[in-house]
């Protein structure tokens, strides 16, 4: 966080990344759905919201890579 204010980088991470051209596949799933589809999965045993959860969760991680790569 600090390292992006450090270069006028604001917003979130997702604002950040749409400032520095970081794409998303799943670009529908947001923060609060993440959660949604966690309890999908928890209440329902739901498999395709658990993937779904699980691919987001791989962009955060590589998308974290890439903007560490970027602010360097």
Do not use: H, P
């Amino acid at each position: 966080m600090y390292d992006c204010w450090n270069k006028n980088l604001y917003g979130g991470f997702k604002g950040v990344e749409r400032q520095l051209g970081i794409e998303r596949k799943l670009t529908e799933v947001s923060g609060y759905e993440a959660v949604r589809l966690w309890w999908r999965y928890v209440d329902s045993f739901d498999l395709d919201a658990l993937n779904t959860l699980l691919e987001y969760n791989k962009e955060d991680v590589l998308n974290l890579k890439k903007l560490k790569e970027l602010l360097v």
